[in-house]
Structures are given as structure tokens and as C-alpha cells.
């Protein structure tokens, strides 16, 4: 009995966008609109994500030898396709730190992901499923809802864009190899497992964002506190972020949930055809 419901007839591609080639000058210190806390949070995304593709490539790669076709394959490509993401937010991170410091942005990350490894394998894999489940439904909302990214420079907004679409493409690969790895363990414990973590990944998660948004406004001379209207705002009601996403969050904690439960496979084509127009 299979427990992925990945599509039989996905292939994953390795896009090499080339965004640190091809970038035109150094995008505006409020890139997104012009509106300071609308960049910081995408700002303060960009900063976890070398770091963090680094841990998710790190704790999927080291299962692979107990892995079957074509999941042994699609690992292959993620590693891929994440190494990349890795290389373009390091060069939209370079133009970022025209106006910013980031350094305690991604001393942040690094701590929390150094406690991260020193937990059991398998349980470091299971925060990889729970962060990638967040990527994949940040990328749906990004593709579906184009608000999102509107006034954002094209170069800046391809990015995004590109980024989204591999995210939606791998989108199951930890999740099976999470799967494939706990596949004797009762349906019970492989969901408890995924729970506890995502919740304790979750929590870890939001709280170094809110902090790293927070830096990124202290650095433009904003002090957070009188600012938190136009935070919550911008988040949960106009253009509201955080508010599209939280249902496809929540299916995450459901009894027999897959990522393909949503079933949006049709934005990778749609994604690759406006990238070639671009």
C-alpha cells in the first residue's frame, strides 16, 4: 500500500532562473510598494532561506538510500531546485543589504537550526515537512492571489514567482520521504509525530519572523510598537497575507492529509508560461 498521493506522472524540473545574472540595479530600499513593513516581511523571508534550504536538503538527503522510485529521483531534483533557491535569495539578500543589516536576521536562523540538528533524525525531517508545507502554501497564495506581489519590481517579483512554482512542484517530497521512513509506525504515531513538531516548528518560526520584521523597521527608524495597525493590516486584512494562508495551514494538522490534498498543480504550468513571456 502506497501512502503518497503525489501524482504517478509528476516530474520535477530545476529551473535556473539566474536572478544574481540578470538583476538590474539595486531595487529600492521599500521595494514592495513603497510600504516598509509590506518589504520587511519579505525581507525578513529571504534572510531564513539560505539557511534554511541548506537544513532541508541536509535532513531529506541523509533517508535517500531507504527511499523507492521515483521519490529517490524526485530527491535528487529537490536538491536541486533548493540549491538554487539557495543561490538567487543570496543574491536578492546581497541588494538588501544596501539598506540593511542582516546579519542578526540570519544569526537567528542559524541558532534555532543548530538546535534543530541536535534533535533525532527523523524528527529533524519532520520539521523540514512542516516548513516546506508552509512554503508550498505561501507560493499557492503568491501565485493565486497576484495582490500579493503587486508594485514589487519585476525582476523582484519573477523571483517570488519562481521560487513559488518549485515549491508547489516539490511540495510532497519530504512529506513521502517522511512517510516512506515512518512507514511502519501506526497511522497514529506518524501523524502525532508530524503534529508535535510542526507545532513546535511553527511556533519557533513565527516568532524569529515577527522579530526579524521587527529589526528590519528598528534599522528603518520605525519603532514596531507604533506601527502595529499597519502590521496587522498589511498581514491579516488588506492585502492579508497570513489570513489566505491559515486554512491551508490548518489542513496540515487533519488525520490522512497530503500536500497534493490540494490540488494545485495547474499553477506550475500557468507559472512556467508567464516566466518564458517574462
Known sequence: MTLSQTPADL????????????????????????????????NAL???????ERYFIET???????????????VKTFVRQEALHTREHLAFNKQAADYYDLAPLEARTVHRLTVSRGRHAVGQLASTVALEHFTAIFAHVLLT???????????????????????????????DTYMAVMAK???????KVRSMVAC???????RNLSRNVAELLRQDGIDWRTRRWSIYRQLFVSPGLFTAIAPHLF??????????????RALIAEGDAELALA
Not at 506581489?149 to 516539490?170: K, M, N, Q, T
Not at 509506525?185 to 501523524?191: E, G, I, L, M
Not at 489542513?251 to 494545485?264: C, E, S, T, V
Open 46 to 52: 529571504s534572510a531564513t532561506f539560505p539557511e534554511g
Open 60 to 74: 531529506v538527503v541523509r533517508f535517500k538510500d531507504q527511499l523507492p522510485e521515483p521519490l529517490k529521483s524526485q
Open 185 to 191: 509506525a501506526s497511522p497514529f504515531k506518524r501523524w
Open 145 to 175: 492571489q497576484p495582490k500579493h506581489l503587486e508594485g514589487a519590481p519585476e525582476e523582484v517579483a519573477r523571483l517570488w514567482r519562481w521560487h513559488s512554482i518549485e515549491e508547489i512542484e516539490h511540495k510532497a517530497v519530504a512529506f
Open 200 to 206: 513546535i516548528a511553527g511556533y519557533h518560526f513565527l
Open 251 to 264: 489542513a496540515y494538522f487533519l488525520p490522512g492529509f497530503h500536500p497534493w490534498g490540494l490540488k494545485d
Open 11 to 42: 516530474t520535477l524540473t530545476s529551473r535556473d532562473l539566474g536572478y544574481s545574472r540578470s538583476a538590474p540595479p539595486t531595487h529600492e530600499r521599500w521595494w514592495l510598494r513603497g510600504d516598509p513593513v509590506a518589504t520587511a516581511v519579505f
